[in-house]
């Protein structure tokens, strides 16, 4: 009998092949769950452990396992994303560089969105600007518990107003927001993005870090892999299999509504290699992932730092750890 598991993720191209069919697990009817946005999904898994297996926040999957929850993780990163491209800032509060937002209030949609955590350790690391002299405006409780540490300026907004309303109306300097806000996308003039060449700074980021940010990380559940110790083995290569089918698709210029979709593949192959969305413990993704949980550290996300073999199962190591 073929094991029945849901899947909640994206419709991304790297989910696609799994979602039609075109690659079934050996052993596994897999249905994958698209229509709900990330914040839904990492809601109802956080708060309600609705699904098999969940594309999740990196950071709050840290923050979970940092608290116990019955979780492991494959190696399959199916969003990353360079941050420095959403940070916004209101151009008439005097911030002409990442130093200027000390002692500035900025806010975001969580405390523990990835792309905010990745963005409050660049800009501490990188460009001189730490994250306990910014007081942190956030809308709605993380998927995962979190208690605000000692010294963090920490502050929830009124419930059902949003950090961006927040921001145009003068309340806050500047947002960390996930998605390009409704206001800069319709040119408002209150807000301008504090990177004004994004790509140029994202580029050299990656030239002196190799960090190309994992945002997402796939959860599976640990029952799961104690009762079916296979399953993780047979999910990454079909994961593997999805990825590769998504590589050759985009090489027909006919499948993507880009004129100049070639140009860009090539760019991102000269800078980024190609295979920048790599999965397992490759040397890149522990760079990324240790980088990652120390930002999480700094910012009291987690208590302890972890070997990434007690976090993720990889190809080939189907293992369980040891609970610490």
Known sequence: MRLQLNFAAGGYDFVRPLADGTVKPDGIDLVVLSGMGSGERHHRMGHGQEFDLCEFNAAAYLAARDRDYPWLALPVFLHRRFRHGFVFVNPGKGIASPPDLRGKRLGGPTFLAAGNV??????????????????????????????????????????????????????????????????????????????????????????????????????IKRELVERHPWVPNTLMKAFNQAKEIAYKRILNPRNVALAWVRNALEEQIAVLGPDPWEFGLTPKNRTNLVTLQRYCAQQGIVRQERPLEDLFIDAGRVNIPEEV
């Open 118 to 219: 990745w963005m409050r350790g660049i800009l501490e690391e990188h460009y001189g600007a730490p994250h306990r002299d910014i007081t942190w405006f956030v809308e709605r409780e993380d998927a995962v518990q979190f208690t605000p540490p000692a010294g963090l300026r920490y502050e929830r907004v009124t419930d059902g107003v949003r950090a961006e309303k927040l921001m145009l109306d003068g309340g806050l300097d500047g947002l960390l927001s996930p998605d390009l806000p409704h206001a800069f996308l319709a040119g408002d003039p209150r807000i301008t993005r504090l990177f004004e060449h994004n790509k140029e700074e994202e580029i050299a980021y990656y030239k002196k870090t190799g960090i190309f940010p994992i945002m997402h990380v796939t959860l």
